[in-house]
């Protein structure tokens, strides 16, 4: 009996000690933001702002103007800056908690081919990683699959939620890819050369991809007569209702990924990672194809590279008109995601206008993921999925929300790391 009574106060413990905040109430009333700096994610910046919200809904952004707020709830802005929540796409938030932990991590299938796995079902709403995003303004994602050659399909969801089905904003909109590298690096515990070299088996790698595309055309112009869920899976990449998304970084990579998507009838297609992007902005740009890169915050991924190649590539794409955004692809790419907007902030000190910056982890993003119709820019109409911050969100030191909104909703600030740092400030504050 003493041994039962253990393990269930263990279990309460770790509950307690674990859950998320309860998601945030259906907004009730009104909201007006006043007085505040709107970056509204297109460019535009209103300087003296009235924002409302009604039912989750923008219905007006403006200037501000003589208008009857008295049956609204009012949050005077004066000297802050309002912005629309950041998007963090190819993010594997909500299925990994501890990396350390196997019974934490669920991002990947065995297998090559997975264009059937869908990433959604193994989202975790309370995950702490997931949580610690939104006091930095992150309060959207694009959750991806990792692994294979085909990892399988991602959605796309928001922050504050219940369960999975709750957190959808749109699933199941794309197919992730992982292109064969044209170069490999030998294998240092086998006493290999680290430097780059020619993969041999490049081609036989592709030819596997292509022939995996070509059975999924004949599975769809047969019978049918049996469900294949992998080939079936791959049917709306023809059609126009999910994305391509493909890692690759290399130029030679990137343009055989270009062609075979081309060849393949594959209606949208999107390059994700891209550090040699710039070598082929050109062909990038004459195809309408968009590009996620890979973390800001990275060395030089060639030897002859430029110091702070990853810092203005972002910059030499759009220059070439390249529609671009940003993630945290890398090492730790779960934990880094919360600093998506200082990534932004570092590409306009490397020539990009901050107004721009923004857009790679608002509006572009939005378009990238196809929900640019509800997310992404602060129009009347879209959802009042936004945040308020004392200074410029894009700088670490002044990036301090006050409030943060998903859908109308008012959603917590609050996670395990701010909890510590107020214990630890009050403990020195307090002189002990």
């Not at 090492?331 to 919360?338: D, F, L, P, V």
Request: charged share 25%; aromatic share 8%; hydrophobic share 40%.
């Amino acid at each position: 009996m003493k041994k039962n009574i253990y393990i269930v106060l263990l279990a309460l413990c770790t509950s307690f000690g674990f859950a998320q905040q309860t998601p945030a109430s259906k907004q009730s009333k009104p909201i007006a933001i006043t007085g505040a700096t709107a970056h509204l994610g297109n460019g535009d910046v209103i300087e003296n702002s009235l924002i409302i919200f009604k039912d989750g809904k923008l219905t007006t952004v403006s200037s501000a103007s003589q208008t009857d707020l008295s049956a609204m709830e009012v949050i005077k802005a004066d000297g802050k800056h309002v912005y629309p929540g950041f998007i963090v796409p190819s993010s594997t938030l909500g299925l990994v908690e501890i990396d350390a932990v196997k019974a934490t991590s669920d991002d990947r299938e065995m297998g090559e081919m997975n264009p059937h796995i869908r990433s959604i079902i193994a989202y975790n709403t309370e995950s702490k990683v997931v949580e610690s995003m939104r006091p930095n303004g992150v309060l959207m994602g694009q959750i991806v699959p990792q692994g294979g050659r085909i990892s399988g399909t991602s959605s796309v969801v928001q922050f504050d939620a219940w369960n999975w089905e709750d957190a959808t904003v749109k699933v199941n909109d794309g197919i992730y890819m992982n292109w064969p590298s044209s170069f490999t690096r030998g294998r240092w515990w086998l006493g290999e050369d680290r430097g780059l070299k020619s993969n041999e088996k490049y081609n036989e790698q592709v030819d596997e991809v292509v022939s995996f595309f070509n059975e999924t055309k004949a599975y769809a112009a047969g019978d049918q007569p049996v469900i294949n869920l992998p080939y079936a899976a791959t049917q709306g990449l023809f059609d126009g209702t999910k994305k391509l998304y493909i890692r690759v970084d290399d130029e030679k990579g990137i343009t055989d990924a270009i062609h075979f998507a081309k060849n393949n009838n594959v209606q949208h297609m999107v390059i994700v990672g891209g550090s040699e992007a710039y070598k082929v902005a050109d062909l990038l740009k004459q195809n309408n194809i968009p590009v996620i890169l890979q973390r800001v915050h990275s060395l030089p991924s060639r030897d002859d590279d430029d110091y702070d190649m990853a810092y203005k590539l972002a910059n030499l794409l759009v220059e070439k008109g390249v529609l671009v955004a940003l993630n945290a692809n890398g090492q730790m790419e779960r934990m880094h995601s919360r600093n998506l907007p200082f990534y932004a902030g570092t590409t306009v000190a490397h020539g990009l206008d901050k107004e721009e910056a923004l857009k790679l982890i608002t509006s572009n993003t939005a378009k990238i993921l196809g929900i640019d119709k509800d997310y992404g820019t602060l129009e009347a109409g879209k959802s009042a999925t936004l945040f308020i911050s004392e200074g410029d969100a894009l700088d670490m030191r002044t990036n301090r929300l006050t409030h943060a909104f998903i859908d109308g909703r008012l959603v917590s600030l609050e996670t395990h790391q701010t909890e510590l740092y107020q214990r630890y400030d009050n403990k020195f504050k307090a002189g002990k």
